[in-house]
């Protein structure tokens, strides 16, 4: 058996939306292998997984099902995935560049002794190797990683590729597969599990995206960055001062050590635009800029810029932005 296995997260109340985007970056690679696409699931329970996996393009679902696999852990859903990948023996393993893929990719490959390409916006198969590209320098340049080992391992960038349309009675060969997890041989004990109640857009999703940085001075100018998110329907962020500092939580972090976003419009309240808070907007289509520096590096990447005291900018802007709206 060969192929091409998306390792299909599950999210809530279903596939979680990076392993419809893995199936959407599988399918080409798995036409020029001649290979079939396939997905792996690993839950307690897989239920109606699989029908979806279906719907989003794979040809054959493997399911792995077991009380330890309820919750995303990184050493069983390894171990799992490994054994999977051993008696599957794909010609390429796809994971999402997600809090557990990016812990599950590269321990896999260093068990098969094979490379990874990490946080991958584009792949193809070329000349019986596995061509990658992913954005480094704080998204200034693109690497090319050529994997000529098999299986090839990456882990894809979430919102780097669109989900197929689903098809709606989809026919797909469901497989279950047998894995021995042993909770004494794993490492991490997972000691307390927060869900982060989230409220409004998912900065991940999020068309706009109002951020804030250190010179904003404190938590309440926040406030007036919501109010304009509000007006345009999108989502704040910030920058790692800001969350280091305790202004706002993680979850709002944007950048290398942070969230990547994809937004339309990016609006930077007093961020200086340092190469690892670009790296969280590389594919951000339009920056607008406000710092009252005007040598400050986001002025390089942003299509519009104010430079002033956001206190005089931002007010203004909101207003302008509200008349606009009510024409
Ligand atoms: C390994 C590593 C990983 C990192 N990961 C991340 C990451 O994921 N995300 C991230 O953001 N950073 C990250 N950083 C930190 C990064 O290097 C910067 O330190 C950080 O992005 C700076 O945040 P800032 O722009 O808010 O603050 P500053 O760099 O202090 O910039 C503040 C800006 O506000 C402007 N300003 C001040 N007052 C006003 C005013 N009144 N009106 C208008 N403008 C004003 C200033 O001119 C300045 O440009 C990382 C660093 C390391 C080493």
Known sequence: MAG??????????????????????GRPL????????????????????????????AQQVYVAEHAFLKDAHP????????????????????????????TVGPRLAFRLGVG????????????????????????????????????????????????????????V??????VSLDASSVKVKVLERKKVEATGIRLEDARVVVAGGRGLGGPEPFQQLEELARLLGGAVGASRAVCDAGWLPY???????????????????????ASQHMAGISTVKN???INKDGDAPIFQEARFGVVGDWKKVLPAFIDEVRKLLQR
């Open 251 to 273: 979850q709002y972090q944007i950048g290398l050590t942070g969230k990547t976003i994809t937004a339309d419009l990016y609006i930077a309240v007093a961020i200086s635009g």
């Open 4 to 25: 091409v296995l998306v390792f299909a997260e599950v999210g809530e109340g279903g596939l979680a939306p990076i392993a419809k985007e893995l199936l959407a970056a």
């Open 75 to 102: 050493d069983y859903h390894l171990l799992a995935l490994e054994q999977a990948v051993k008696r599957i023996t794909p010609s390429a393993v796809l994971l999402g560049k997600t809090p557990l893929g990016v």
């Open 30 to 57: 798995a036409q020029a292998l001649g290979e079939p696409l396939v997905a792996f699931i690993a839950a307690e329970k897989a239920g109606p997984l699989a029908q979806e996996a279906g719907a989003f393009g």
């Open 116 to 171: 990874v390409a990490q946080d991958v916006v584009s792949l193809k198969v070329e000349g019986g190797a596995l061509i990658a590209e992913r954005p480094v320098y704080g998204g200034n340049a693109m690497a090319r990683v050529a994997l000529r080992q098999k299986p090839f391992v990456a882990t894809v960038r979430p919102k780097a590729f669109e989900p197929l349309a689903p098809q709606a009675n989809p026919s």
């Open 173 to 178: 060969a469901v497989q279950s597969i047998p």
């Open 287 to 289: 920056i607008v800029a």
